[in-house]
């Protein structure tokens, strides 16, 4: 497991989301215009990992996407691998605020 040194939190264990996403959560910026969408990603050795993405980011991986789906999945472990490469790393305590906050806004 990696870890960063987070200005806020202090050493932190990392999760991976979307390069939108973590531009904002490393700034304490609001998602409230994003549509954020649960990406389940079936990765080599049987290994499957859930990350916060906005929905933007699926153009960037040649993915359509309707804006109202609330998660997409992939199967396929080769376009999932790619998918993941393009994946930021972030605090998760950061990214575990701003999603919740997301989610809870009236």
């Known amino acids: ?3 960063i ?3 806020y939190h202090g ?3 990392i999760s991976f989301t979307s390069p939108n996403i ?3 959560v490393s700034k304490k910026e609001t998602l409230n215009d994003l549509i954020v969408v649960k990406l389940v990603l079936h990765l080599p050795f049987e290994k499957r990992g859930i990350f916060w ?3 933007d980011f699926f153009a960037t991986v040649d993915i359509q996407f309707e804006n109202t789906l609330k998660s ?6 080769e376009i999932a691998f790619d998918i993941y490469t393009k994946l930021y790393a972030v605090c998760s305590k950061c990214l575990k605020e701003a ?3 997301h989610f809870l806004r009236p």
Request: glycine share 0%.
């Open 72 to 77: 997409y999945e992939v199967k396929n472990e």
């Open 1 to 3: 497991m990696s870890e």
């Open 11 to 13: 050493m932190q264990s």
């Open 99 to 101: 999603i919740s906050e």
């Open 53 to 55: 993405v906005d929905s």
């Open 22 to 24: 973590s531009e904002r």
């Open 5 to 7: 040194i987070c200005t």
